[in-house]
């Protein structure tokens, strides 16, 4: 399996803060890459794929970058409604994996 | 607009099979541009890839559950289906399905999720 590394796992932040949360793969999966954001009791929201394009409907305030291993997603100012889990996926392997999340938490 | 909706027992005892059912409305599920996946969240945990189907029929599963999971599609109803054999209370989470776009390889459509316990 590949497996997705993401860091931090939970982070406090302020409303208008800039976030940036990390995923590293344990080998390259070229630009393959994936970030969700889970709500509880809500199903995932796709935010990023291709590890940079934005989903269509998503704020642009949520960005992506990185390719090979490391990459990145940004929120360039937080807003209330993004207080939630967030989660990396490499769709580059036939077995999907997604990385643990982290959590981010209101200051 | 596709939407997918999960159905099925909320709970299972150990060591009987896992059932579960999604419903495609809005779209075909016949489509080959579409794999159609599970995806499941312990209470507490991350979310956990189970697997995917293509209308085809080619299965790709998580090495870890391959041996005890099964998919399925039923085009004349718009479902795909998933089942778990000899569940444990492990398997207890709220279960996803989901739709990955087969040139994007992204989930961009998801299930509410609905949650199975495992107990006697």
């Known amino acids: 399996d590949i497996q997705m590394t993401q860091s931090p796992s939970s982070l406090s932040a302020s409303v208008g803060d800039r976030v940036t949360i990390t995923c590293r793969a344990s080998?390259?999966?070229?630009?393959?890459l994936n970030w969700y954001q889970h709500k509880p009791g809500k199903a995932p929201k796709l935010l990023i794929y291709?590890?940079?394009s934005l989903q269509s409907g998503v704020p642009s305030r949520f960005s992506g970058s990185g390719s090979g291993t490391d990459f990145t997603l940004t929120i360039s100012s937080l807003q209330p409604e993004d207080f939630a889990n967030y989660y990396c996926?490499?769709?580059?392997?036939?077995?999907?994996?997604f990385g643990h999340g982290t959590k981010v938490e209101i200051k | 607009q596709v939407q997918l909706q999960e159905s099925g027992p909320g709970l299972v005892k150990p060591s009987q099979t896992l059932s579960l059912t999604c419903t495609v409305s809005?779209?075909?599920?016949?489509?080959?541009?579409?794999?159609w996946s599970w995806i499941r969240q312990p209470a507490g945990k991350g979310l956990e890839w189970i697997g995917r189907?293509?209308?085809?029929?080619?299965?790709n599963y998580h090495p870890s559950l391959k041996s005890r999971v099964t998919m399925s599609v039923d085009t004349s109803k718009n479902q795909f289906s998933l089942r778990l054999s000899s569940v444990a209370a492990a398997d207890t989470a709220v279960y996803y399905c989901?739709?990955?776009?087969?040139?994007?390889?992204?989930?961009?459509?998801w299930g509410q999720g609905t949650t199975v316990t495992v107990s006697s």
């Open positions: 809005g779209g075909s599920i016949s489509s080959s541009t579409y794999y």
């Open positions: 189907i293509h209308a085809s029929g080619i299965t």
């Open positions: 291709a590890a940079s």
């Open positions: 989901a739709r990955e776009l087969s040139f994007d390889w992204k989930l961009d459509v």
């Open positions: 080998q390259s999966i070229s630009s393959y």
């Open positions: 996926q490499q769709s580059y392997s036939n077995t999907r994996t």
